[in-house]
């Protein structure tokens, strides 16, 4: 740790520190208590006078409110602090690593924000006319270009809202795809690889989902994949590179197996971050993959609102492709709306998945991440993503068990497990003093083909200086692990609360404020 010129060194407290000077407010210096909305406020007041409201004759219908609302009135000033005060107790990709696995949450540039908040897009109403909205058309389809050449691959719908919403849509498109053939088929499968949501999406869009192992190196078992195929096989669903962190090697094979027996190969393209500008899905056999714009193009999580998650698509499914879509004529782009346009060459489109198109402003911010990037850089940027994951890979391989270490570079992510531990020791306490060390968790218990597993994403937005800190934070926390220290049993203990009891949490949320019983 740097010492300043004053020779004054910054030292976080001892354990038990927190405590032992117990104060007035049960602040701690800036680590705030903050108490709920009902707690600071009062229904019988509010921040803002207004006229009493006049009589008038009551319009509904026996549906009047037979008491007060009961929420708190609050000053602006309270409100905006009470926000302000939470806002300090939440880790942020702007605070510093975020290494869920399988999130890619990658620093969002402010250039993209600025764009998203131009008045041309982020006031533009759904129902506006297609001549006045021209431009807005214009980027929807740079996007859309911009993907179907990164995957080389001709269809795309841009309306799918976030990951499982793209997966749904490819899905639906491969059972219009068969039942246009009429050949009504039954089954998909799913690697143990694959996304937890790939069969969550398949259930729900009415297929059988019959698993896939994988092999001992993480990746699809091939020949077990070749023994379920069957005419009742509508397709697979399979994520490359896969939540192992690996690239499926075999992703050809498996594309060429599935398609001799009438399948087709959905990709989940949730790690597409790993692999833009080095493969493209269509090359190696893909019919329908969805790309999250919020993981390999740098646009928010969803941020309070939708996310966008479009799906392209091979020649194959491109006819059932859902609308609305943009098409050029000339100078002018036109927004495709109609199911039945014979004429036009979309009658075979399954439907539509939302009322409108999608999320522009999600659209704008990819749209800019692109631009600035450019080809060149869009292909540095997974090889970085990929050179950060291999470096904590092999940072971290003597003191965690990485049980595909041996597999060959990883991707985008690194993974490794609780083997090794003391007894009684597991994953969630090497997660919960990874908060004491000022970070967020990793992703925990995920993918399943793996006991305690640990699945770390580096991006490439993080520097090597951030990498070295984030891997010394986690080698001291998993010694303790190793080394059975009872402390690591207590943590977090620098946090604003202590360790919940999880389980209880998740069996008996208490999501209703309600005013304490007077004793």
């Given at each position: 740790m740097t010492i300043n010129q004053s020779g004054w060194r910054p030292e976080a407290p001892v354990a038990g520190g927190l405590d032992a000077a117990p104060t007035y407010t049960g602040n701690k210096a800036l680590m705030?208590?903050?108490?709920?909305?009902?707690?600071?406020?009062?229904?019988?007041?509010?921040?803002?006078?207004?006229?009493e409201a006049p009589k008038v004759k009551s319009r509904l219908a026996g549906l009047e409110r037979l008491k007060p609302i009961?929420?708190?009135?609050?000053?602006?000033?309270?409100?905006?602090?009470?926000?302000?005060?939470?806002?300090?107790?939440?880790?942020?990709?702007?605070?510093?690593?975020?290494?869920?696995?399988?999130?890619?949450?990658?620093?969002?540039?402010?250039?993209?924000?600025k764009m998203a908040r131009l008045p041309g897009f982020a006031d533009l109403h759904p129902l506006t006319p297609v001549d006045g909205t021209q431009g807005a058309l214009a980027l929807i389809h740079?996007?859309?270009?911009?993907?179907?050449?990164?995957?080389?691959?001709?269809?795309?719908?841009?309306?799918?809202?976030?990951?499982?919403?793209?997966?749904?849509?490819?899905?639906?498109?491969?059972?219009?795809?068969?039942?246009?053939?009429?050949?009504?088929?039954?089954?998909?499968?799913?690697?143990?690889?694959?996304?937890?949501?790939?069969?969550?999406?398949a259930a729900f869009a009415g297929y059988a989902v019959k698993g896939i192992p994988a092999t001992e190196d993480g990746r699809v078992d091939l020949e077990a994949l070749k023994a379920a195929l069957s005419p009742e096989v509508a397709g697979v669903m399979i994520t490359n590179p896969n939540t192992c962190g690996?690239?499926?090697?075999?992703?050809?094979?498996?594309?060429?197996?599935v398609h001799a027996v009438g399948g087709y190969v959905y990709c989940d393209g949730a790690n597409f971050n790993a692999i833009v500008g080095r493969v493209r899905p269509g090359d190696l056999g893909v019919d329908a993959m969805h790309i999250n714009l919020h993981k390999t193009f740098s646009t928010p999580h969803g941020g309070g609102g939708p996310g966008s998650g479009p799906v392209v698509f091979s020649a194959a499914l491109a006819p059932y492709a859902p609308l609305p879509f943009v098409e050029k004529h000339g100078d002018r782009?036109?927004?495709?709306?109609?199911?039945?346009?014979?004429?036009?060459?979309?009658?075979?489109?399954?439907?539509r998945m939302v009322a409108f198109h999608g999320q522009m402003g999600m659209f704008v911010r990819a749209a800019a991440y692109m631009l600035s990037h450019g080809a060149d850089g869009l292909k540095q940027v997974s090889e970085d993503a990929v050179l950060s994951a291999n470096y904590i890979l092999r940072s971290l391989e003597?003191?965690?068990?990485?049980?595909?270490?041996?597999?060959?570079?990883?991707?985008?992510?690194?993974?490794?497990?609780?083997?090794?531990?003391?007894?009684?020791?597991?994953?969630?306490?090497?997660?919960?003093?990874?908060?004491?060390?000022?970070?967020?968790?990793?992703?925990?218990?995920?993918?399943?083909v793996v006991h305690g597993a640990m699945l770390i994403e580096p991006t490439e937005t993080e520097s090597k200086a951030a990498l070295d800190q984030f891997i010394g934070a986690l080698r001291h926390v998993a010694e303790k692990a190793k080394a059975g220290d009872a402390g690591l049993k207590a943590a977090p203990v620098h946090a604003p609360r202590r360790r919940l009891d999880e389980t209880a949490a998740a069996r008996k949320p208490v999501l209703v404020w309600k005013e304490p019983t007077q004793g």
């Open positions: 705030l208590e903050e108490p709920l909305l009902f707690e600071i406020g009062g229904s019988d007041r509010t921040g803002v006078d207004l006229p009961e929420l708190p009135g609050l000053t602006e000033p309270e409100a905006v602090r009470h926000y302000t005060r939470l806002s300090r107790q939440n880790y942020a990709i702007d605070l510093g690593l975020f290494p869920l696995g399988s999130c890619t949450m990658k620093h969002n540039p402010r250039l993209n924000e740079l996007v859309a270009e911009w993907l179907k050449t990164l995957t080389n691959m001709p269809g795309i719908a841009m309306s799918p809202k976030a990951g499982a919403h793209g997966e749904l849509c490819g899905l639906l498109a491969i059972r219009a795809a068969h039942e246009a053939k009429g050949d009504a088929r039954k089954v998909i499968l799913v690697p143990e690889s694959a996304h937890g949501t790939n069969p969550a999406t690996l690239f499926e090697r075999d992703m050809i094979a498996i594309c060429e197996a782009y036109a927004l495709v709306e109609e199911e039945t346009v014979a004429a036009e060459g979309h009658n075979d489109a399954f439907g003597d003191t965690l068990d990485a049980p595909f270490a041996k597999s060959g570079p990883c991707m985008h992510e690194a993974i490794f497990s609780d083997a090794g531990f003391a007894e009684g020791f597991s994953t969630l306490d090497v997660a919960k003093g990874l908060i004491d060390e000022g970070f967020h968790p990793m992703t925990m218990y995920f993918p399943l």
